[in-house]
């Protein structure tokens, strides 16, 4: 597989996977090291994807279950405290108990 760095400079953000093909780990150290738009992951899987948030600087880089501001993230990307969540439910549990559901 042959890669072209001027296909990677022209691209906005790149990231190579941790266990990436020994080709391609090999062209990333002898071409795009020092290229801030390419980022070699150390993280795998989905702690992949979150690193690069942060690198990239496109949104916060902590996982939602290990926020350690009690900040609860909700899909849409807005920020809660999740005391006011956990307030909500408490009002809330139990309220439809006893009653029968159709769907």
């Known amino acids: ?6 296909a990677f400079q022209k691209s906005m953000a790149s990231w190579l996977v941790s266990n990436g093909q020994e080709e391609l780990l090999h062209w990333y150290a002898a ?30 880089n902590i996982s939602p279950r290990d926020h350690p501001t009690g900040i609860f993230i909700h899909p849409s990307g807005t920020e809660h405290h999740i005391k006011d969540h956990l307030n909500i439910l408490r009002k809330v549990y139990g309220d439809s108990q006893g009653k029968i559901l159709k769907i």
């Open 1 to 6: 597989m042959m890669l072209s760095y001027s």
């Open 31 to 60: 071409n795009a090291k020092n290229n801030l738009k390419i980022l070699h992951a150390l993280e795998r899987c989905a702690a992949m994807i979150i690193q690069a948030i942060g690198h990239f600087k496109l949104g916060t």
